[in-house]
Structure formats: structure tokens, C-alpha cells
């Protein structure tokens, strides 16, 4: 007899009890500020809703916008999702950059086409091996998802790589250094369908703004029309490079 067919045997309600004991064991506690019992507790819940905005050449709407500023409860969030797979607060950051991307509908409705395309920033090859996944599609698929369901149709494509580059993150400790190692290393996928479409850019933490940038002019260059970009969080010059990548 296996374990499950044990399970079977004491009902429903002993499944009920394993599950209690399991969050006993584990308790789950505030991915911002480690209170314990929640995910993302309401203080750190609305940290994410600042609306931080900042230049975006390149795109229609002319200024990006962020859920918050990188920064405490924000930084330790994000950093638990992007670098430690915590997927439990990662769906909570989903919702409020998908809630971020209705809220501006006003601003890009009408210089978008039909059909719009939501496009997650590349990472390297590198950060998707170190992390096994590419950890913004599902950003990009909450934002689409979300503005499907208020009438404004969205399909999220991958659309986006970035080629190898040289400067290990380590060595790269000044934004200059950064943008030098973004630029000019970001592609659009063979065979992606962006052509003639309206296009927003998800990312997850900004800084000078290189990345979002060549990302537009990728875009731009395959025919498509960046119209707006997205971050979770806008983060000071400042800000560790480490953190970033
Ligand atoms: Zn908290």
C-alpha cells in the first residue's frame, strides 16, 4: 500500500491535517518584511503600488512607469522571487504589475494598435541557467492576461534575447559599465510576431533605463511599435549592480 493510498483511507480531513502540519513546519512569512503568516503583508502590499515614473525614449508614451521604488521591503521581495524562486510572493508581484498596466490604460489606448504584444526585457543566457527559468514571462502573461479581461486584447511573446556578453556582474559596478554591457546585445527572436504591433516591455528593476531602451529600439528595428514600458521596481543610480542582473 503507498503512501497516498493511506491517505485514501483516513479521508479528506487527514489531507487537511497534513497540510496544517506542513505550514506548522514551514511557516510562510511576509516576503518584504518577514511578518510572519502572509505572503506579502498589506504594509509591503502597497509598496508596490507607488506608480514611480521615468524617461523612456523610444517608447510612444515617452515615460516608463514602476510599481514602486527598489528599495527595503521591496528590494527583499523581489529578490526573493527573481533569485530564490519564491513563487507564492512572485504571483503577488504578477498582480500588481498587471493591476500597473490597467491603471495607464488612458495613457497608450489611443496610440495603440489592435492586438497588443507584451514583451518580458531578456535576461542572459547566463541569469536563465543560473536561475532555470525565464523569470519575467509570467509577468508579461499576468499584464496580458489582464488586459484581455478589460477588453484590450494582449498576447505576451518572448519575443526578446540578449546575446552573450563579456564583464562578469561582479565586475560591473557602475551603471555606465552596465549600459556598455547591455548595449547593442539585444535581439528580436527569429520568428517572433511583432511586426505592424503595438508593443509594452516588462522588466523587473530599472535604473538608467539602458535595458528598456534597447529593447524599444530592437523592437522598433523588427517593425513592431513600443508604445510603453513597465517595471516592478525603480531603483536609485546608486543601486548595486549584483542586484540587478
Ligand atoms: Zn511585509
Known amino acids: 500500500m503507498n503512501a497516498l493510498t493511506q491517505v485514501d483511507r483516513f479521508g479528506p480531513g487527514f ?13 510562510r512569512a511576509c516576503a518584504g518584511c518577514d511578518r510572519p503568516d502572509c505572503v506579502l503583508c498589506p504594509s509591503c502590499a502597497a509598496l508596490f ?41 512572485g504571483a503577488q508581484l504578477a498582480r500588481a504589475i498587471a493591476r500597473l498596466a490597467v491603471s495607464l490604460r488612458p495613457l497608450y489606448e ?20 543560473r536561475r532555470g527559468r525565464a523569470h519575467l514571462r ?20 518572448l519575443a526578446l534575447t540578449m546575446s552573450a556578453v563579456k564583464g562578469k556582474a561582479v565586475e560591473l559596478h557602475s551603471s555606465s559599465a ?17 511586426a505592424g504591433r503595438s508593443v509594452i516591455v516588462v522588466d523587473d528593476i530599472v535604473t538608467t533605463g539602458s535595458t528598456l531602451r ?27 549592480s549584483t542586484d540587478l542582473l
Request: proline share 7%.
Open 15 to 27: 489531507l487537511g491535517l497534513l497540510n496544517m502540519c506542513g505550514n506548522l513546519l514551514l511557516p
Open 49 to 89: 503600488q507607488q506608480t514611480e515614473s521615468f524617461p523612456a525614449p523610444g517608447y510612444a508614451c515617452g515615460s516608463g512607469y514602476a510599481c514602486a521604488v527598489y528599495a527595503g521591503p521591496v528590494r527583499q521581495a523581489i529578490l526573493g522571487w527573481k533569485d530564490h524562486g519564491d513563487e507564492e510572493v
Open 110 to 129: 489611443r496610440v495603440s494598435l489592435p492586438d497588443l504584444v507584451i514583451v518580458p526585457a531578456p535576461s542572459s543566457a547566463a541569469s536563465m541557467r
Open 138 to 157: 509570467p509577468l508579461a502573461q499576468a499584464v496580458a492576461h489582464q488586459l484581455t479581461a478589460v477588453g484590450l486584447p494582449a498576447q505576451a511573446q
Open 178 to 194: 552596465r549600459a556598455r554591457r547591455v548595449s547593442g546585445h539585444i535581439q528580436v527572436k527569429a520568428g517572433s510576431q511583432i
Open 214 to 240: 534597447q529593447c524599444g529600439a530592437a523592437l522598433s528595428g523588427a517593425g513592431a511599435r513600443p508604445i510603453l514600458s513597465l517595471a516592478l521596481a525603480r531603483a536609485g543610480r546608486h543601486q548595486a
